[in-house]
């Protein structure tokens, strides 16, 4: 089905188009961002969205199985025996009464779309098997990407289960998990950990991959954004094709909003979808760029004709004062996200908004998504903690579906959780009162006893 696809620069003074086999992140032309496109037209897509669930019965074989790949007529860019996957995308979406109750919503309106499930343990891996699709296409051999942990994560486990291709991830040398470091590791991907942070990381890879033709597997790919569409089907697909009234997302390097945006984008166009959710994306305070630049500067997609002045602006001004991303969710600590030009495309789309909170409220969500039966890494709670803080200032009303997007594991990130719910105030201060946490109101500390059966005993008919 390649010849109905093709690369479209998404400037619209450009407009140029490229052919799908080739290994472009940019648009030689003018060097913005490229969008895989289609053209609908040529291609057999489905009636409706229910058409879908004949595939449920045929979960035996591979491309069935992929909760990417079975999708596949929605994103028809490769051969099926092109196609390279690891059994991705077996999520769930679970009402979560508890955390509505939290974010002040009825119990029936929040769900959380679980991503933590998939084989490296984040969303990575529903862009992760479309860029090693792509990646098989064009006959690359090394792949790389520069990561604050997940990326990393997702390359490797791809290179190491398939043996199709050699990666190589670029870290910063700033705080990373153990959890995700460690998975780069295990999967045997050559890591480099760079004395800088990751845009730094983001800056050198790049360059690396120009210079030696290894294919870059960063959400600068379109082909990652079209594999993260696939969020948008099955959130749909368990609410039985009903379109939510929000998607809450957290926000880093923007590729899962951008993503989202042209999934909806695309359903409506197609006639599967009646009407659009709205959109909304979480910073966390300390790297809250789309929050500066959307809600407090105005910057908009304008048709693709952004004022470029607000923008060179404000990284003029982030580069002389050297301020860096800090907050301890460090799956979106990011100054400057690739995809920001696209999320402004969606936000457009999908009449969005952008909020900031702060590492507190994260992590005081994170401890309420666990106490409601699923554990996250601390920037997938962000997106609990806006939804708690739209539902605050009316902007999302308690009569509305939302669903908040979990994007990582908890055991991505054990750190924060074990320090938010230690009773020991030193490892709570050292490792969370830099990034301003100095409360744990939800802490559900360990409670430390004598080796002695008639004290464990007091302790156990103690507990309430």
């Not at 959130?235 to 926000?251: A, F, H, K, N, T």
């Amino acid at each position: 089905m390649s010849e109905s696809a093709f690369l479209r620069c998404i400037n619209p003074d450009c407009d140029a188009t490229f052919a799908v086999n080739q290994a472009l992140t940019g648009c030689p032309t003018c060097g913005d961002l490229l969008d895989v496109d289609y053209d609908w037209d040529r291609l057999p897509v489905p009636k409706n969205l229910r058409e879908f669930e004949s595939r449920w019965s045929l979960r035996n074989e591979p491309l069935e199985f992929s909760g990417v790949w079975r999708f596949r007529q929605l994103l028809p860019f490769a051969q099926e025996n092109q196609i390279v996957t690891i059994g991705e995308g077996q999520t769930i979406l679970q009402q979560a009464s508890a955390v509505a109750r939290f974010c002040e919503l009825p119990e029936d309106r929040l769900h959380l779309q679980y991503e933590g499930l998939n084989p490296s343990g984040s969303f990575k891996d529903n862009g992760m098997t479309a860029a090693c699709t792509h990646a098989h296409m064009v006959g690359a051999k090394h792949a790389a990407c520069a990561s604050t942990g997940n990326t990393s994560a997702s390359l490797a486990i791809f290179a190491s289960a398939t043996q199709m291709f050699r990666a190589i991830v670029f870290v910063g040398s700033g705080k990373i998990s153990y959890g995700k470091l460690s998975q780069a590791l295990d999967y045997g991907s050559k890591t480099l950990q760079l004395l800088g942070d990751f845009d730094d990381a983001m800056r050198q890879v790049q360059d690396v991959c120009r210079e030696e033709k290894i294919y870059l597997c960063n959400s600068l790919n379109p082909f990652r954004l079209e594999g993260q569409k696939t969020i948008i089907y099955r959130v749909l697909e368990s609410l039985r094709w009903q379109v939510p009234d929000w998607i809450v997302v957290p926000g880093g390097n923007l590729g899962n909003s951008s993503a989202f945006g042209k999934a909806l984008h695309e359903l409506k166009h197609l006639g599967l979808i009646d009407r659009i959710p709205r959109l909304a994306v979480i910073n966390a305070r300390g790297a809250n760029t789309l929050y500066r630049l959307y809600e407090q500067q105005g910057l908009r997609w304008n048709g693709g004709r952004l004022d470029r002045q607000i923008l060179d602006a404000f990284y003029a001004e982030m580069d002389k004062s050297g301020r860096r991303a800090a907050t301890l969710a460090t799956a979106i600590q990011i100054n400057r996200p690739v995809n920001l030009k696209k999320a402004l495309r969606s936000l457009e789309v999908c009449d969005g908004v952008v909020r900031e909170v702060s590492d507190q409220e994260i992590l005081d969500a994170k401890a309420q998504v666990g106490a409601g039966g699923f554990g996250c890494e601390p920037a997938s709670a962000a997106s609990v903690a806006g939804a708690k803080l739209l539902r605050a200032e009316g902007v999302i009303a308690p009569s509305e579906t939302v669903v908040c997007i979990l994007t990582g594991h908890q055991l991505k990130d054990p750190t924060a959780t074990v320090a938010y719910h230690a009773a020991d105030e030193e490892q709570f201060d050292r490792e969370l009162g830099s990034h301003g946490v100095h409360a744990a109101p939800f802490a559900n500390n360990p409670i430390v006893v004598e080796n002695e059966l008639h004290r464990i005993m007091e302790v156990i008919h103690g507990l309430n």
